[in-house]
């Protein structure tokens, strides 16, 4: 359709912060880019963009102006999606903001692996930000979801489910604190610990060490993932979380262990599925959500 067409544009060059970044997403010329949005500045006599040195950035009318081109592109891509639903195929996109604490091949991924297993029309697309980054995200209309661990309060935001959580350590499956059952955080004070550097899950152990009135130290301040060889050739300990119970993952496809850390040291944590308040999903999105509904009321019962 020729009207969604020139809502992408806008959208496009608006995320690429340059006509020449947009043309080549487009497979376009810069040059005829630019005459596309030339003209739709003069139909709508007014400019969208300060022309930069290095750029262009949306203005005052252009802000106004993308706030509506994603609100109608999200609701053309649930218009087609319901078409698709009553043809009997379902067919979509769904786009997911995920916290960068939780764990990445956890219930998440598992719920996205079964529906396309049901579904194989419908596609994801996940991206990985910090807690801060995921509202905007939402309410620009470049996401459906989000996944979040304790999520802040955000009135433009609702949540669909939510899940109890656990934290869990992650060793070396002989490591001293995987032999037993939770571990207490004063036990962690004789090991060296990998802590994210900044987040949610960063945010709950810095909580628990002020509570508990001990140091957090960690030799390392990095994403699980750079823990994960430290953890399997020493006794360094790292930490993730996700919906449902730490311990059931134990040994994981890794090699490493899961020990989860005691619930009497760590507040209650919880997983929440959100989406912007009062927003119509995709029939593919909302089917999905419905069904993470149904595996977070599982986890919780």
Known sequence: ??????????????????????????????????????AIEGELEV????RLATGVRLNAAGELFIVHARRQMADMKRLR??????????????????????RRAGVLAAAMAAYQDDHPGVSF?????????????????????????????DSNLTTLASAPAE???????????????????????????????????????????????LPLTPVLQADVDFARPRAAGGDAVGFEV???????RSPAPDGLARTPLSRQDVAAVYVHVVQLRDRPLSVA????AEGIKQRFADLAG
């Open 1 to 38: 359709m020729h009207h969604e067409v020139t809502l992408r544009l806008i959208d496009e060059i608006a995320r690429a912060g340059s006509i020449r970044g947009a043309a080549e997403k487009m497979s376009i010329t810069p040059s005829a880019l630019n005459r596309r949005l030339l």
């Open 47 to 50: 400019q969208l963009f300060e």
């Open 81 to 102: 999606s319901q078409i698709e639903d009553l043809k009997g195929a379902r067919r979509g996109h769904v786009q997911i903001v995920y916290d960068t604490s939780l």
């Open 125 to 153: 697309g996940v991206e990985v930000l910090s807690a801060e980054e995921i509202a905007p995200r939402l309410v620009g209309y470049r996401a459906d979801l989000g996944v979040v661990l304790h999520p802040r309060t």
């Open 167 to 213: 934290i869990a350590l992650v060793t070396r499956p002989g490591h001293p604190l995987a032999r037993g059952g939770a571990v207490r955080f004063e036990a962690l004070q004789s090991y060296p610990l990998v802590v994210p550097p900044e987040g949610s899950l960063r945010a709950i152990l810095e909580r628990t060490a002020r509570t508990r009135r």
């Open 242 to 248: 996700d919906a449902g119970p730490a311990a059931a």
């Open 285 to 288: 999105a909302g089917r999905f």
